[in-house]
C-alpha cells in the first residue's frame, strides 16, 4: 500500500474512530509531559487547604456555593466531593485526572466546533494547548482548573445548538463553569454582543446563562470585599503618565508576546530595563490584530475571542496598577504564570492565523500547504524544546497520608504538602473518623 492509498484509508476511517484515536493522542501527549503528575500527583494550596479540608469538616452539599478568595468555586468543590469517596491515598489522583478529562473535554470540543472554520487555527490551537510554555502551577491541579475553563466556556458559549437536548447540556456545563472562578464575569461582555449578532433562542439562552452565572459571581465578589481597596484612578493615571506606560507594555511585550513560544530563562526578562522596542513589538502586534479583524470582519467566532482578550486584558492591567504600580505577585516569574496563560494561547492563533492569511494570498495550493506544514513542523520544534517537564520527587505528603490512612478513628494526624510554593511549607491537621 503506497502513501496515497494510506491517506486515503485514513480519510475512510469511521469517525467515531477518528475521534477517539485524537483523544487517545492527546492523553498520552499530555501524560508524557508529565507521567508522574497523574501517578503522584502532590496537592497545591488551595487543594489541601481549602477543598480537601472543607469537604472533610464541613462536606457536599453544604461546601457547594462557599466562598473563597472573594468567589464560588462550584466545580473544583464537586469534583473534591467526589474524590473523597476513594481512599485518602487516591483522592490527589481522582482530582488529578478529573481536570485532565475536563481538559480532554475542551480539545474535543474545539476539534469539532464547526465555528473554527480555518483548520490550520483549529490544529494549531489544539496542538498549542498541549505543548503551551508554563510553569508547574496550572498543570493539571483543581485549584487551578479555572483557567483551562476559558477555552472550554469559550467553545461552548460559540457552539451552534441544532437541538434542545444539547441546549440542557451546554447550559449545565456553563453553569458549572461559569460559577467557577471569575471567567464569566469577563465572558459577559463578549455574551451581551455576541446575543446582538447571533439573534437566536439557543444562542440567548446560553449567553444568558453566563450573564446570570457572572452576576452571581460579582455579587459575591462585592459583598466580600474583594473589589474594595487599591490605587485611586487618580493614582492610576499618575502612575501611567509619569511611566509612559511602559512598565505595562514591557510586561506584555515579555509576558504574552516572547512567552507565546519560549520558556522564561531567568528573572532578568522581567526586571531587565525597559526598552524602546517593546514599544515597536506591541505596535506591530497591534497592526497584526487590526488586520487580522479586518480579515475576520463577519465571523462572530474571531471578534467573541478578540472581545474577551480584550476584557481580560483589561482586568489584569487593572490588577497590576490598582496598587498604584506594578504588582509583584503578578509580574514574578512563576507567581502570576495563570494569569497570562490565556492571552499566550489568544496570541498563539492570533500569529497562525496571520500566517495563515498571508499564504493563502501570496502562495498558490500546493505552496500553501507545503508552507504551512513546514511552519507546524518549525513551530512544534521551538514548542518542544519545553517537552516534557519534571516536577519535583514524592513529597512527605504521601507518608502522612499513609499514617492518616492506618490511624486510630480520633486521632489527629498532621499533613504536610509540597513546601517549595512557600518558603515554610503547609500543613493542615485532620483527625481520623
Known amino acids: 500500500m503506497n502513501l496515497t492509498e494510506r491517506l486515503n484509508a485514513l480519510r475512510t476511517l469511521n469517525p467515531v474512530l477518528k475521534d477517539a484515536l485524537l483523544l487517545a493522542f492527546m492523553l498520552l501527549l499530555l501524560v508524557f509531559r508529565n507521567p508522574r503528575i497523574f501517578t503522584w500527583p502532590e496537592p497545591w494550596i488551595e487543594d489541601m487547604m481549602i477543598f480537601i479540608r472543607?469537604?472533610?469538616n464541613t462536606g457536599f452539599p453544604d461546601t457547594a456555593f462557599a466562598v473563597?478568595?472573594?468567589?464560588?468555586?462550584?466545580?473544583?468543590?464537586?469534583?473534591?466531593?467526589?474524590a473523597m469517596k476513594s481512599d485518602p491515598e487516591n483522592v490527589m489522583r481522582v482530582m488529578s485526572w478529573s481536570v485532565l478529562i475536563i481538559k480532554l473535554l475542551a480539545f474535543f470540543l474545539i476539534y469539532k466546533s464547526k465555528e473554527i472554520s480555518s483548520a490550520a487555527v483549529k490544529f494549531s490551537l489544539l496542538a498549542y494547548l498541549v505543548l503551551l510554555p508554563f510553569c508547574s502551577e496550572i498543570y493539571n491541579n483543581v485549584t487551578n482548573l479555572q483557567w483551562w475553563l476559558i477555552p472550554l466556556m469559550g467553545v461552548i458559549i460559540i457552539k451552534r445548538e441544532t437541538g434542545i437536548s444539547g441546549l440542557v447540556v451546554s447550559v449545565i456545563m456553563l453553569i458549572l463553569t461559569?460559577?467557577?472562578?471569575v471567567n464569566s464575569v469577563l465572558f459577559a461582555l463578549p455574551c451581551a454582543c455576541l446575543m446582538l449578532m447571533v439573534r437566536?433562542?439557543?444562542?440567548?439562552?446560553?449567553?444568558?446563562?453566563?450573564?446570570?452565572?457572572?452576576?452571581?459571581?460579582?455579587?459575591v465578589l462585592c459583598a466580600s470585599g474583594r473589589v474594595s481597596g487599591g490605587g485611586t484612578l487618580s493614582a492610576v493615571a499618575s502612575y501611567i503618565s509619569e511611566t509612559g506606560g511602559?512598565?505595562?507594555?514591557?510586561?506584555?511585550?515579555?509576558?504574552?508576546?516572547?512567552?507565546?513560544l519560549f520558556s522564561f530563562g531567568s528573572e532578568k526578562y522581567l526586571t531587565g530595563p525597559r526598552s524602546y522596542a517593546d514599544i515597536l513589538v506591541f505596535l506591530l502586534f497591534i497592526y497584526i490584530l487590526v488586520l487580522n479583524?479586518?480579515?475576520?470582519r463577519r465571523q462572530p467566532f474571531v471578534w467573541f475571542i478578540f472581545l474577551f482578550a480584550s476584557v481580560y486584558t483589561a482586568a489584569i492591567f487593572c490588577q497590576l496598577i490598582k496598587s498604584e504600580g506594578v504588582s509583584w505577585h503578578i509580574s514574578s516569574r512563576f507567581?502570576?504564570?495563570?494569569?497570562?496563560?490565556?492571552?499566550?494561547?489568544?496570541?498563539?492563533?492570533l500569529l497562525v492565523s496571520?500566517?495563515?492569511?498571508?499564504f493563502r494570498k501570496v502562495l498558490g495550493r500546493d505552496g500553501y500547504r507545503k508552507a504551512m506544514i513546514c511552519l507546524g513542523i518549525l513551530l512544534s520544534a521551538v514548542l518542544l524544546k519545553n517537552y516534557p517537564v519534571f516536577f519535583k520527587f514524592e513529597h512527605q505528603y504521601y507518608a502522612d497520608v499513609e499514617r492518616f490512612r492506618s490511624a486510630e478513628p480520633g486521632t489527629p494526624v498532621t499533613v504536610h504538602f509540597p513546601p517549595d510554593y512557600f518558603p515554610a511549607g503547609r500543613s493542615i491537621v485532620l483527625i481520623k473518623k
Not at 473563597?68 to 467526589?82: K, M
Not at 479583524?293 to 475576520?296: A, E, F, S
Open 354 to 358: 496571520s500566517i495563515d492569511m498571508l
Open 178 to 181: 461559569g460559577l467557577t472562578g
Open 335 to 349: 507567581g502570576g504564570e495563570r494569569y497570562f496563560v490565556f492571552l499566550r494561547i489568544c496570541n498563539f492563533v
Open 293 to 296: 479583524l479586518r480579515h475576520c
Open 68 to 82: 473563597y478568595a472573594g468567589y464560588i468555586h462550584l466545580l473544583p468543590r464537586i469534583i473534591t466531593w467526589i
Open 200 to 219: 437566536t433562542k439557543y444562542c440567548t439562552a446560553k449567553c444568558l446563562t453566563v450573564i446570570a452565572c457572572a452576576g452571581a459571581q460579582l455579587y
Open 54 to 56: 472543607d469537604e472533610y
Open 246 to 260: 511602559i512598565d505595562l507594555i514591557h510586561l506584555f511585550v515579555i509576558r504574552v508576546i516572547y512567552h507565546t
